[in-house]
């Protein structure tokens, strides 16, 4: 079945980077739209980045628009959030989603949580101030 497993954070310093895996399985992964959202403490949800996997298209959050880049590899079925020059605004729990209703992503609209249909345990980062 559909299966979605956020993985590679840690504890970084601020302007540290960080580089987290979305690997997936058990769905087409080109078909779909994958997003990365993250909750910090005490916080709801939010989008940060996402990426509709056939088209390339991409969106940014403002807070990490500049910072963070996502891509995708279509052998390895994985999405990739490169983190750069980060903050502790940037301490939380990092999730991936899947969707294929591709629209949820766009250059200029990632759709809220409750809109995307598959999600993944998520992995944890913390930057240090």
């Known amino acids: 079945d559909v299966q979605l497993q956020a993985s590679g954070g840690g504890l970084v310093q601020t302007g540290g980077s960080l580089r987290l895996s979305c690997a997936t399985s058990?769905?087409?992964?080109?078909?779909?739209?994958i997003g990365w959202f993250r909750q910090a403490p005490g916080k709801e949800r939010e989008g940060v980045s996402c990426v509709s996997v056939n088209d390339n298209i991409k969106y940014y959050s403002d807070s990490v628009k500049g910072r963070f880049t996502i891509s995708s590899d279509t052998a390895k079925n994985t999405v990739y959030l490169e983190m750069n020059s980060l903050k502790p605004e940037d301490t939380a729990v990092y999730y991936c989603a899947a969707d294929r209703v591709n629209y949820l992503c766009s250059d200029s609209s990632l759709y809220p949580m409750d809109y995307w249909g598959k999600w993944g345990k998520g992995t944890q980062v913390t930057v240090s101030s």
């Open positions: 058990g769905f087409t992964f080109i078909n779909y739209a």
